[in-house]
Structure formats: structure tokens, C-alpha cells
């Protein structure tokens, strides 16, 4: 019985044997390895759909972030050429083109338009900043410079001339109010009888109608021996007696003007900024020729 019993038993292990040392005709692909692969296998082409283990290696995140990469991505300022946006942000975002150029110029313009408007608010006088055109002031003021301009009243103090707001140098030296470097107010004022630009000089005394005033002038000023001789004199209106700093006479002594009234006046000088000026005499010199 124990012979029987081994003998049922042999083939019994044989077959366990064998079926674990000799791969059968139904083994699968997915038992074998890559080292299974024949050499000479064929490789599969272009339009095959990659296989599993071709990207075993490649982390799922880093696959797809290439597959993201290959998608074409829009440069720099592409939204102000798409035509399906807005107007106003392709305005904002343009980089190049005409309306780069056309923003550009409209920002600087408010820009210049905005100080322009504060100037004004704090002078109260338009515009609120003239250019010297010639040397008779010097050496306060030299032509190209830009003198910012106030209103009479804006900062002139109690003591003013017949609540002109302007001081002379008669008052100022009494005083001791300067301005430019000299005692008394500069004025810009604008005769309605000239031609040409406004005149910026200093103003020295004030005169009433038919005043005769030659002996409070000072003589260097002058070149008359009594106020017949005077152009002006005895003053033909009230007004102030002006005059370049660098200028030998008076201004009513020379026939550049009567006596200045008050109405002339445009403004009274506080602020000198070198060379500004000249881009504003350039322009003023294109726009006359």
C-alpha cells in the first residue's frame, strides 16, 4: 500500500516540476522582461500610441507639463494686436504702433496741462510763466531764462503802493524789500499801444497825472535838464516809472512807454528758472516765421 501510495504521488510532483521550470505555450508578454526582447525586434512607428512602460520612467507630472509646454504662447503685448479686445485695453496695453505714440503724447500733455493748472491756481495769472527775450535785466535775468509770475496782490506785503500790490524802489528801500537782486517790484505789464512782447522791468516810483517828476528821478536815468525836456513829464496819466536794470534810462524817459498803469500790469516776477525759457522763444520763433 505504501508503494501504491508513493507511486500515485510521483507524477504528481513531476507535473508541479515541470510546470514551474517550463514556460507553456500559454505564457503572456507580461511575464516576460525587456531583456526577453529579441535584438532585432521591429521598431514601431512614428503614428504607434506609446506603450506603457516607454514612459515608466518619466514622472506623470513632468509628462503632462510638456505635453502643456508645446502649446504656442502669445508675446508681449499681443493683446493690444488681438482684435477681439477692447479698445481702451489694446490704448492701455500697446507696446509699438500708432497707439503707443498717440498715448504717449496725450500722457505728456496732461502731464504739462495738470502742472500748468496748479501754477495757475497758486499765481492766479495765465499763463503763470513768461520768457526773458532780451538782456535788460541782466545780470537778474538773462534772455532764454523763465520767470514764473504772480498776480500783483499774491504775496506783496501791506506797504504796497496805493493797494497795487507792487512795491517801488522808492518804498522798497525805506523797507527793505528786494526782489531780483534790487529793491522794489519787477513787473511784467503790456502797453496796449506796443507791439510785441510784454516788458519785465523794475518798477522805481509811482506818478500821478500831471505830476511833474523830474526832480525825484534820478538824474543818471535821464538825459533832460528839466521836465520840458522830459518825455512824459509832466505824466501824462498815473502810473509807475520803470526800468531795465541794465538799461541807462527809464523807460518813459526813453519813449518805451508812459507811465505804466496799473491795468498793464499782468504780473509781478517771483521765480527765475535759467535757460527754460529758450524752448518757448524757439517755438514762439517757428510759430511767427
Given at each position: ?15 508541479d516540476?515541470?510546470t ?15 531583456s526577453?526582447?529579441?535584438?532585432d525586434?521591429?521598431?514601431r512607428?512614428?503614428g504607434d ?6 514612459q ?8 503632462q ?7 504656442p504662447?502669445?508675446e ?14 489694446r ?10 505714440y ?8 496732461m ?7 496748479l ?15 532780451s538782456g535788460s535785466m ?48 519787477v ?44 518825455s512824459?513829464?509832466?505824466a ?12 541807462t ?5 526813453s ?10 500790469i ?7 528758472i ?16
Amino acid at each position: 500500500m505504501t508503494d501504491e501510495a508513493g507511486g500515485r504521488d510521483t507524477p504528481h510532483r513531476r507535473d508541479d516540476a515541470s510546470t514551474e521550470e517550463s514556460p507553456g505555450d500559454g505564457s503572456t508578454d507580461d511575464d516576460r522582461t525587456d531583456s526577453d526582447t529579441p535584438a532585432d525586434a521591429p521598431d514601431r512607428g512614428a503614428g504607434d500610441t506609446p506603450s506603457h512602460d516607454d514612459q515608466s520612467d518619466v514622472p506623470p507630472g513632468v509628462a503632462q507639463s510638456r505635453r502643456r509646454s508645446t502649446r504656442p504662447r502669445p508675446e508681449p503685448g499681443s493683446r493690444a494686436r488681438d482684435p477681439e479686445v477692447g479698445f481702451i485695453t489694446r490704448f492701455r496695453t500697446a507696446r509699438s504702433g500708432p497707439l503707443l505714440y498717440i498715448r504717449e503724447t496725450l500722457y505728456s500733455a496732461m502731464a504739462v496741462l495738470a502742472v500748468g493748472l496748479l501754477l495757475f491756481a497758486i499765481s492766479g495769472v495765465w499763463p503763470p510763466m513768461v520768457a526773458v527775450e532780451s538782456g535788460s535785466m541782466e545780470p537778474e535775468m538773462h534772455r532764454g531764462d523763465l520767470v514764473f509770475v504772480t498776480e500783483p496782490h499774491r504775496f506783496s506785503p501791506d506797504y504796497a503802493v496805493n493797494d497795487t500790490g507792487i512795491v517801488t524802489v522808492e518804498v522798497g528801500t525805506d523797507r527793505g524789500y528786494r526782489s531780483f537782486g534790487g529793491n522794489g517790484s519787477v513787473v511784467i505789464y503790456d502797453p496796449p499801444d506796443r507791439a510785441g512782447s510784454p516788458i519785465i522791468h523794475r518798477a522805481h516810483f509811482y506818478v500821478e497825472e500831471g505830476e511833474n517828476w523830474y526832480d525825484r528821478a534820478n538824474p543818471q536815468y535821464m538825459s533832460a535838464d528839466d521836465c520840458a525836456a522830459l518825455s512824459n513829464c509832466p505824466a501824462p496819466t498815473d502810473g509807475f516809472i520803470t526800468k531795465g536794470d541794465a538799461n541807462t534810462r527809464y523807460d518813459q524817459a526813453s519813449g518805451i512807454a508812459g507811465p505804466v498803469r496799473t491795468e498793464w500790469i499782468r504780473g509781478t516776477a517771483r521765480l527765475r528758472i535759467p535757460y527754460l525759457g529758450y524752448v518757448r522763444l524757439q517755438l514762439a520763433g517757428i510759430f511767427a516765421a
